[in-house]
């Protein structure tokens, strides 16, 4: 059974910091793309951050400069360090694991960024 938890998320003033975490379980974690994304209310998900399994990255242009993707393979958990945030980023976020047509996701962390 494939397992992504969030977690980390919360409350956070303007301007401050989180760090988002996801463990997978039930998968070969190295050899999926891990990605980041977020929906707030009345809008579509989108992509925030994803990373391959190479370690390449690429991020929402909304988000460079402030956000940082990174994986542990031998944690089997990826990352998302969040900087200056703003309210704009309020958002349920949400992880990813993608390779070829298998797509698993998590159950979401929500992230509150106060003005």
């Known amino acids: 059974q494939v397992q992504l938890v969030e977690s980390g998320g919360g409350l956070v003033q303007a301007g401050g910091s989180l760090r988002l975490s996801c463990a997978a379980s039930g998968i070969i974690f190295s050899i999926y793309a891990m990605g980041w994304y977020r929906q707030a209310p009345g809008k579509q998900r989108e992509l925030v951050a994803a990373?391959?399994?190479?370690?390449?990255?690429n991020y929402a242009d909304s988000n460079k400069g402030r956000f940082t993707i990174s994986r542990d393979n031998a944690k089997n958990t990826v990352y998302l360090q969040m900087n200056s945030l703003k309210p704009e980023d309020t958002a349920v976020y949400y992880c990813?694991?993608?390779?070829?047509?298998?797509?698993?996701w998590g159950q979401g962390t929500q992230v509150t960024v106060s003005s």
């Open positions: 990813n694991a993608e390779r070829g047509s298998w797509t698993y």
């Open positions: 990373i391959t399994r190479g370690g390449s990255t």
